[in-house]
């Protein structure tokens, strides 16, 4: 199978990853159509308009237009389509919840053609395929391997460097048929110059949840080892300087949680598939989850510090849940809201983050003078530029940084 013979891409989901990889293979030359549900969506973008801020992006946009990219609320009659849609996790069992991704695929499956190719490049659990997407297509009378097939091609991008990353990150691609995976390696390799590993499904459902385990793991271990330290007096981030002169040891900085759609969700799937095996995953998951509430402990335990009473005078920077970008997803100044809210202060604190302009939550400002005048403590929860080239103007402000971005002088930490 030649890169050629290739028709016609259909990409379902628009959002964070599916546009992004939509536009990269319409610009290098791939035939596509973006499909997603939300009508509005899919108007701003046949206006030209694109739906998130990202690095690169309208640049992408434009040369996808160009090259004859279109966007439809319609699925696309062809023989390969891409599935990026969300996958959350079920807040009881902990459990993926793949309910979108089993929709997209039953409505492919009304329409593809004779031995397509059906890639899922939403993140799900090991063995998601198997047990939830399979049966679709046997039920409906497909014969899997034969006039269907599935593959896995887990992203593996992060907002803030989508396009440089879709661009030279390594990828994985799991299937049945190692012939239908050199098809949808040579489709991937239409852009992706970094390289591309052709494995089974299940490794590569495992792969991409293991990732980000990985990197959850190593976040808890540096908020337990604030929250250690603050208990006992001592400088969790002098600790971790001089420990990680260790050429063997690379701690990472303390936050104030875990936010994004992957690290934030992932584990939880090993969680609930592997209950009584996934033990040290389920305590990251609870210390890094733990956090904002941590962070509010401080916030009071610093008011109190301080003389302060009025909890209208707290600010908190930042909504979204990484630095340089518009994403809110399982963002910590949402979890910390909500627990203030539960106390039955969160309605009065201050809030402003420069990338969010819509109003979403109450007391939401949107200029950051008006946002300092209005505070006299300032909790750093995000380290946009913005705040690191005006951090003079946090002098004579309370100041507790949660992203080790603030050198002043008397600024608290976590």
């Not at 992004?20 to 030209?48: C, F, K, Q, W």
């Not at 494995?199 to 908020?223: C, G």
């Not at 998951?285 to 916030?299: G, K, T």
């Not at 909500?338 to 809030?351: A, D, I, P, Q, S």
Request: charged content about 25%; hydrophobic content about 40%; some cysteine.
């Amino acid at each position: 199978m030649i890169l050629g013979e290739i028709n016609m891409v259909n990409v379902i989901g628009l959002g964070y990853i599916g546009l992004p990889t939509a536009l990269m293979l319409s610009s290098h030359g791939i035939e596509v159509v973006g499909t997603d549900y939300n009508e509005d969506l899919v108007a701003r973008l046949n206006r030209g308009e694109t739906t998130f801020k990202e690095k690169g992006l309208d640049k992408l946009f434009s040369s996808a237009i160009e090259a004859g990219i279109r966007f439809s609320s319609e699925y696309q009659v062809t023989d390969i389509y891409i599935v990026s849609v969300p996958t959350p996790y079920d807040s009881t069992s902990k459990k993926v919840n793949a309910q979108y991704v089993r929709e997209a695929v039953g409505h492919i499956l009304e329409i593809c053609l004779k031995n397509s190719v059906i890639v899922i490049e939403s993140t799900i659990s090991p063995g998601t395929i198997e047990r939830q997407i399979r049966p679709i297509a046997e039920k409906i009378g497909f014969v899997v391997g034969q006039d269907i097939h599935f593959a896995h091609a887990p992203e593996r991008i992060i907002p803030g460097n989508m396009i440089y990353e879709l661009l030279y990150n390594n990828r994985t691609i799991g299937v049945d048929d190692w012939e239908v995976g050199e098809r949808i390696k040579e489709l991937y390799a239409s852009f992706c110059e970094g390289e591309i590993i052709i494995t089974d499904i299940r490794t590569a459902e495992m792969t991409k949840v293991v990732e980000n385990t990985f990197r959850d793991i190593n976040i808890a271990y540096a908020n337990e080892l604030a929250k250690i330290c603050r208990s006992d007096n001592m400088d969790v981030y002098e600790i971790i300087r001089i420990a990680n002169k260790h050429p063997r040891v690379n701690i990472l900085s303390p936050g104030p949680g875990v936010g994004g759609h992957c690290i934030s969700v992932d584990p939880w799937f090993l969680v609930g598939d592997y209950p009584g095996l996934a033990n040290i995953i389920l305590a990251a998951r609870r210390i890094n989850d733990s956090m904002p509430e941590f962070v509010l402990e401080r916030v009071y335990d610093i008011m109190k510090e301080n003389g302060m009473s009025d909890v209208s005078r707290v600010g908190l920077y930042g909504l979204t849940y990484k630095e340089n970008v518009d994403d809110i997803r399982e963002s910590p100044t949402f979890q910390v809201l909500w627990t203030m809210e539960r106390h039955l202060c969160g309605n009065h604190v201050k809030v402003y983050d420069p990338f969010i302009q819509k109003d979403i939550v109450p007391n939401q400002m949107h200029d950051l003078e008006n946002f300092l005048g209005e505070v006299d403590l300032v909790v750093i929860m995000v380290g946009h530029n913005e705040i690191i080239e005006n951090i003079e103007k946090l002098k004579g402000k309370i100041v507790l940084d949660t992203r080790g971005v603030c050198k002043l002088e008397g600024t608290y930490r976590l």
